[in-house]
């Protein structure tokens, strides 16, 4: 049986609340808890036992080593008040938390469904939230890091790893032949550009894809395009003209959105150039008109003729 004591307070002037039902239980078994004296501060129905005398408390400071698979400290606040924490450290000019770690990571934060793992915040503009010195690394769900690419944020701050100049970019040079270099009488012709010279973001579709020889926008955004066509005036004609049309095809819909006359007595060569607004799926390619009543050609050569576009600015 194990005795009741009834003492107003211990050697360490710690007193127990209750004394003459005071229950003091010593122990041992280092499993459960620290080895020293506990008392019952809750009920008999429910009760709490919590240490007393230097045992309550660490004494400060304090070090200690382990080695295991799992926490060398672990604590847990499972109260769901936004003020609560686990831990909670406090500097007024020095660190209030640090983490150290050769190999490994000093500080990690994880979250779990919609948690935050690390949270960092300042109470106004002479503070600073977050401090990095040396390299930093943003990976993992919701990003898609990449060479080139840049870190923006949405409308509500949410920041991820786009593309919003210089990996979307193509140009095709020369022009097809076998027949789709000749403007006959009265018609227009969609040009067949017969080389694809790069093409960074693979939205271009070349000769043997379809559409042919057209850029398909991969994102809303600002582009530019240039074209260069030189054409071949046949000796038996006096003069000829042509129109030159850059040809936007949004959800089936077709429309010229900008375009060059050109009339002349000799060869000559149109050049154009634009900024666009495009959104996603939004198609280009090129097309020319013969208004007039005698045939000509393109040259086919790659030096004469090419189409090239890039993204701008995504938006």
Do not use: C
């Amino acid at each position: 049986m194990i005795p009741r004591i009834a003492l107003q307070s211990l050697s360490d002037n710690t007193t127990i609340p209750n004394p003459a039902n005071a229950l003091l239980v010593y122990n041992t078994n280092a499993a459960i808890g620290k080895a020293g004296f506990y008392y019952n501060s809750g009920t008999s129905q429910n009760p709490v036992w919590s240490p007393i005398g230097a045992e309550a408390n660490l004494a400060l400071p304090y070090a200690k080593t382990g080695n295991g698979p799992g926490a060398a400290f672990f604590i847990e606040n499972t109260n769901d008040a936004p003020t609560s924490s686990a831990i909670t450290g406090n500097s007024v000019d020095a660190i209030g938390i640090r983490g150290v770690s050769q190999n490994g990571r000093g500080v990690v934060g994880a979250a779990i469904s919609n948690g935050t793992g690390v949270f960092a915040s300042s109470a106004n503009t002479n503070g600073t939230a977050l401090e990095v010195s040396g390299p930093v690394k943003i990976s993992g769900p919701g990003q898609s890091p990449g060479a080139g690419k840049v870190l923006t944020s949405d409308g509500n701050g949410n920041a991820t790893w786009e593309n919003i100049v210089g990996n979307v970019a193509f140009r095709a040079s020369g022009v097809q032949g076998g027949g789709s270099e000749i403007l006959a009488p009265g018609s227009t012709v969609k040009v067949a550009f017969a080389n694809q010279d790069y093409d960074i973001s693979g939205n271009y579709n070349d000769l043997n894809a379809s559409p042919h020889s057209t850029f398909i926008a991969p994102v809303n955004g600002i582009y530019h395009f240039d074209l260069k066509l030189t054409w071949n005036k046949p000796f038996d004609i006096e003069t000829y003209d042509v129109l030159t049309s850059f040809i936007r095809t949004r959800n089936g819909n077709s429309i010229s959105v900008a375009n060059e006359y050109f009339k002349s007595n000799f060869s000559g060569a149109t050049k154009s150039s634009l900024d666009l607004q495009l959104i996603q799926g939004d198609m280009i390619h090129i097309e020319v008109e013969n208004p007039g009543a005698s045939g000509f050609e393109i040259f086919k050569a790659n030096e004469d003729g090419h189409f090239n576009g890039r993204l701008v600015l995504k938006q």
